[in-house]
């Protein structure tokens, strides 16, 4: 999210209000204040306690809408204290939104932590433009129905003005969950942005795919120094073929079933052994819950597995990078890789997919994607669309990729990129604004000034 939110609000200012990533006392004035100067806009923190913070974060957004978001509903933990606890900090949110922001300004909510924010603007006569972009997938009716509280946060998301998904499917999973839950529900579908009406109310629901900044990752991919570190981690790792896969722990991430591909692709195509190494990073992330760190505990298996049972000497299999990276260490992967091998069991978009084709500015690489990623409905003729949970064809597509031919390969990535040029972050903002009819704030990249707030409502 921060990927793409913050050269728009760089761009054009603003103020960016969230939670600050601990529940430890923030100083409001000297670090922020510093902060907000050196970006370009402005920051304002809201704080959890620590009591809040697994009820309200840990729990009700990541042990229940995460995983039930993604199709995985098997993993919800439905804890009514959690109901309570997300409650509590969207009317929190709404409060310092609309203690902190005009009457004319743009107040835009983002994702899954903060869907009740609007309601509770309402109920404090909050009239300012509302809108809401949710950067993960909605879910099919008969797996959002399982939510305890589905009614209560269909109706928290229809007292914005505007509401934007991801892709086709998951707007229209979001219609046809209103069609079925609430009364008196009325759907115009006759323009691109679908109007759902009820009484007293129009709520605007749109698709807008997220991007990148495609010429900054770009810029930064050709500098010298990056193209120079690429080429001596491609020679140290003694591998004719890298594949990459970048991720944060998430089991929604596919990394398992990844290193089980792999695996199987060793196992199958003899020829790739010495000759394709697999350089997987993981960043680490909500190490609070338990079944993150059964997750990392499973992929540490995984890779002592194969790199146990296949190195040979001057060849390791699996390199295995558990920490997070600078953008400058992002990039040397991105341009060592030959291939990219992104394949979530659900995802919103996925960036890295538009961040390794930014960044191969060589035009060389291919994209191993999956069919289940967001990205795929953009990106499904140029790269190598695959189900994750196949791990026999996607051993085939990590073949087919390490031996595919290059006027192939660049002929599939420079599509790719093209594609992506065409449609980067700048785009999606002003596709999102147009919908909602605030042109007054549409991005504009020319001299940098703030053109009223937006309240970035974000975790």
Same mark, same amino acid.
């Given at each position: 999210?921060?990927?793409?939110?913050?050269?728009?609000?760089?761009?054009?200012?603003?103020?960016?209000?969230?939670?600050?990533?601990?529940?430890?006392?923030?100083?409001?004035?000297?670090?922020?204040?510093?902060?907000?100067?050196?970006?370009?806009?402005?920051?304002?923190?809201?704080?959890?306690?620590?009591?809040?913070?697994?009820?309200?974060?840990c729990g009700f957004s990541n042990e229940i809408l995460w995983p039930l978001f993604h199709d995985l509903q098997s993993r919800c933990n439905f804890d009514p204290a959690y109901w309570k606890?997300?409650?509590?900090?969207?009317?929190?949110?709404?409060?310092?939104?609309?203690?902190?922001?005009?009457?004319?300004?743009?107040?835009?909510?983002?994702?899954?932590?903060?869907?009740?924010?609007?309601?509770?603007?309402?109920?404090?006569?909050?009239?300012?433009?509302?809108?809401?972009?949710?950067?993960?997938?909605?879910?099919?009716?008969?797996?959002?129905?399982?939510?305890?509280?589905?009614?209560?946060?269909?109706?928290?998301?229809?007292?914005?003005?505007?509401?934007?998904?991801?892709?086709?499917?998951?707007?229209?999973?979001?219609?046809?969950?209103?069609?079925?839950?609430?009364?008196?529900?009325?759907?115009?579908?006759?323009?691109?942005?679908?109007?759902?009406?009820?009484?007293?109310?129009?709520?605007?629901?749109?698709?807008?795919?997220?991007?990148?900044?495609?010429?900054?990752?770009?810029?930064?991919?050709?500098?010298?120094?990056?193209?120079?570190?690429?080429?001596?981690?491609?020679?140290?790792?003694?591998?004719?073929?890298?594949?990459?896969?970048?991720?944060? &722990?998430?089991? /929604?991430?596919?990394?398992?079933?990844?290193? !089980?591909?792999?695996?199987? @692709? =060793?196992?199958?195509? +003899?020829?790739?052994?010495?000759?394709?190494?697999?350089?997987?990073?993981?960043?680490?992330?909500?190490?609070?819950?338990?079944?993150?760190?059964?997750?990392?505990?499973?992929?540490?298996?995984?890779?002592?597995?194969?790199?146990?049972?296949?190195?040979?000497?001057?060849?390791?299999?699996?390199?295995?990078?558990?920490?997070?990276?600078?953008?400058?260490?992002?990039?040397?992967?991105?341009?060592?890789?030959?291939?990219?091998?992104?394949?979530?069991?659900?995802?919103?978009?996925?960036?890295?997919?538009?961040?390794?084709?930014?960044?191969?500015?060589?035009?060389?690489?291919? &994209?191993?994607? /999956?069919?289940?990623?967001?990205?795929?409905? !953009?990106?499904?003729?140029? @790269? =190598?669309?695959?189900? +994750?949970?196949?791990?026999?064809?996607?051993?085939?597509?990590?073949?087919?990729?390490?031996?595919?031919?290059?006027?192939?390969?660049?002929?599939?990535?420079?599509?790719?990129?093209?594609?992506?040029?065409?449609?980067?972050?700048?785009?999606?903002?002003?596709?999102?604004?147009?919908?909602?009819?605030?042109?007054?704030?549409?991005?504009?990249?020319?001299?940098?000034?703030?053109?009223?707030?937006?309240?970035?409502?974000?975790?």
């Amino acid at each position: 999210m921060v990927t793409a939110l913050a050269p728009v609000l760089r761009d054009k200012g603003g103020l960016w209000i969230g939670w600050p990533g601990t529940t430890k006392a923030v100083d409001p004035i000297e670090p922020l204040a510093v902060a907000s100067k050196d970006i370009g806009y402005e920051l304002k923190p809201i704080p959890l306690t620590d009591r809040e913070f697994n009820q309200y974060y840990c729990g009700f957004s990541n042990e229940i809408l995460w995983p039930l978001f993604h199709d995985l509903q098997s993993r919800c933990n439905f804890d009514p204290a959690y109901w309570k606890a997300y409650q509590v900090v969207n009317r929190r949110f709404a409060q310092v939104l609309a203690s902190s922001t005009d009457r004319n300004d743009y107040i835009w909510v983002h994702d899954y932590h903060l869907q009740l924010v609007a309601k509770e603007l309402r109920r404090m006569q909050v009239k300012n433009k509302l809108a809401f972009f949710l950067h993960i997938p909605f879910p099919s009716p008969d797996i959002y129905f399982k939510l305890p509280w589905r009614l209560q946060l269909l109706e928290g998301l229809l007292a914005y003005d505007l509401v934007g998904f991801q892709t086709w499917r998951d707007r229209n999973n979001f219609i046809h969950c209103v069609e079925t839950l609430v009364r008196g529900v009325h759907v115009d579908h006759r323009v691109r942005v679908t109007t759902i009406k009820i009484p007293g109310r129009e709520i605007k629901v749109g698709s807008f795919p997220i991007s990148i900044d495609f010429k900054e990752y770009a810029r930064q991919a050709a500098d010298p120094e990056v193209t120079k570190e690429a080429k001596r981690v491609h020679h140290a790792m003694r591998s004719s073929h890298i594949i990459l896969g970048v991720d944060r &722990l998430d089991y /929604s991430k596919g990394i398992p079933e990844r290193l !089980q591909a792999f695996k199987h @692709a =060793l196992e199958h195509y +003899p020829g790739l052994r010495g000759k394709v190494s697999l350089v997987e990073v993981v960043s680490p992330s909500r190490e609070d819950i338990p079944e993150y760190g059964r997750l990392k505990a499973e992929i540490e298996r995984l890779v002592g597995e194969i790199n146990g049972r296949f190195t040979q000497p001057g060849w390791i299999p699996v390199h295995y990078v558990y920490r997070n990276l600078e953008r400058h260490e992002l990039l040397v992967y991105y341009r060592a890789a030959d291939v990219a091998l992104i394949t979530p069991l659900k995802d919103g978009m996925n960036l890295i997919a538009k961040e390794y084709c930014a960044a191969n500015v060589d035009d060389n690489g291919v &994209l191993i994607l /999956s069919e289940f990623a967001g990205a795929a409905s !953009q990106m499904r003729r140029e @790269a =190598l669309l695959v189900n +994750p949970y196949d791990v026999e064809s996607v051993a085939s597509a990590i073949h087919r990729a390490c031996t595919m031919g290059e006027a192939e390969r660049r002929s599939r990535m420079k599509r790719l990129r093209r594609s992506i040029a065409r449609r980067d972050v700048f785009r999606w903002v002003d596709s999102f604004l147009s919908a909602a009819d605030a042109q007054d704030v549409a991005l504009v990249k020319s001299p940098r000034k703030p053109v009223g707030k937006r309240g970035a409502g974000t975790l």
